[in-house]
């Protein structure tokens, strides 16, 4: 499975920005997604996950209540909405693969990563 994150960008706080994360190569449909962000200086944390086929999600404290997960099986495609942006939401972003149907929220649960999409949130 290769993934390809984007959607990034140079957002103010208190907007939003939609992520993608584009999967190719096996099937994709029974694969749990998560994601990931890394800021400067720290290490990478758990965001948010979604299982297959969509019908469980968790997040992160930081990001409840803003963030939403979801996935199109048929496009191969799983997205984060990211609302009520802050500017300690600044960070590079991953989506990452795992093989089952569970969602995981440790980065070491995971099989396949992207490569990571870079989200700066301005005060």
């Known amino acids: 499975v290769q993934l390809q994150a984007s959607g990034g960008g140079l957002v103010q706080a208190g907007g939003s920005l939609r992520l993608s994360c584009q999967a190719s190569?096996?099937?994709?449909?029974?694969?749990?997604m998560g994601w990931f962000r890394q800021a400067p200086g720290k290490e990478r944390e758990f965001v948010s996950s979604?299982?297959?086929?969509?019908?469980?999600?968790t997040y992160a404290d930081s990001v409840k209540g803003r963030f939403t997960i979801s996935r199109d099986v048929a496009r191969n495609t799983a997205y984060l909405q990211m609302n009520s942006l802050k500017p300690e939401d600044t960070a590079v972003y991953y989506c990452?693969?795992?093989?089952?149907?569970?969602?995981?929220?440790?980065?070491?649960?995971?099989?396949?990563w992207g490569q990571g999409t870079l989200v700066t949130v301005s005060s």
């Open positions: 990452a693969a795992r093989r089952g149907t569970d969602i995981g929220t440790s980065s070491y649960e995971y099989d396949y």
């Open positions: 190569g096996r099937t994709f449909s029974r694969y749990a």
């Open positions: 979604i299982a297959w086929p969509g019908s469980s999600t």
